[in-house]
């Protein structure tokens, strides 16, 4: 296993961020009009879907998101550009906080703008997606798992023909991150029948949660 360059890289953090993405991935298709929050392959698909009947409002409650996603990994490389000489705040650090915010926010908009809902948690997992790529030196998603689920399989095939034990490691740590996001997925299930709009709140908290691990300093 690779060793932790920073906080923001470690299993830790990753996890929870994992969490928070199965959660809004939960949330916005169970509570929100079936619009998924992280899988934009599945947004882009329906909008193409929509487009090609005519149905073109339905077109665009599935393409205001993935503009809204592609404005998060914006936003993200414009912090990290702007931030990444900061000894006070890590730039990660400050795309975290524009998450906490935009979900809090999604707590309190009513159905009727469940377009403007969905828009602000795409806007956080592109922003995610785009600052929280590594753990322990492994590139990684924490909003999605069709990677995740490749570079597991592919670390565990490499296993078994050589026998590499940073394959193995490699593997397990992959189905870990998976596994974690449907766990988030099962609790946004659970949460979303008990509180409805406001169980985005819990994702809210685990990133605050994973906020606050970032403030451990890297170690040497």
């Not at 329906?46 to 077109?59: K, P, R, V």
């Not at 469940?114 to 600052?131: D, H, K, M, P, T």
């Not at 995740?148 to 992959?174: P, V, W």
């Amino acid at each position: 296993m690779k060793k932790v360059q920073q906080a923001s890289e470690s299993f830790l953090v990753a996890a929870i961020l994992t969490l928070s993405g199965g959660f809004m991935d939960a949330y916005s298709y169970l509570c929100r009009e079936q619009v998924f929050a992280n899988a934009q392959t599945g947004n882009i698909l329906l909008f193409g879907i929509n487009l090609s009947t005519g149905n073109f409002a339905d077109a665009l409650r599935y393409f205001i998101p993935i503009l809204a996603f592609a404005f998060g990994v914006a936003i993200a490389e414009i912090v990290r550009n702007c931030f990444r000489n900061k000894k006070y705040l890590h730039w990660r650090q400050v795309t975290l906080l524009a998450e906490i915010v935009a979900l809090f926010v999604v707590a309190f908009i009513p159905q009727d703008l469940n377009l403007l809902a969905n828009s602000l948690i795409s806007f956080a997992c592109g922003a995610q997606v785009e600052s929280f790529r590594k753990v322990n030196g492994n590139g990684i998603a924490t909003t999605m798992c069709i990677g995740n689920l490749r570079a597991a399989t592919q670390a565990i095939c490499n296993y078994g023909l050589t026998k590499n034990l940073t394959s193995k490691q490699d593997g397990f740590l992959y189905f870990s991150i998976i596994v974690i996001f449907i766990m988030g997925a099962i609790i946004g299930n659970f949460c979303v029948g008990i509180w409805q709009e406001k169980s985005i709140i819990v994702s809210a908290i685990l990133l605050s949660v994973g906020f606050v691990c970032m403030l451990i300093p890297k170690e040497d």
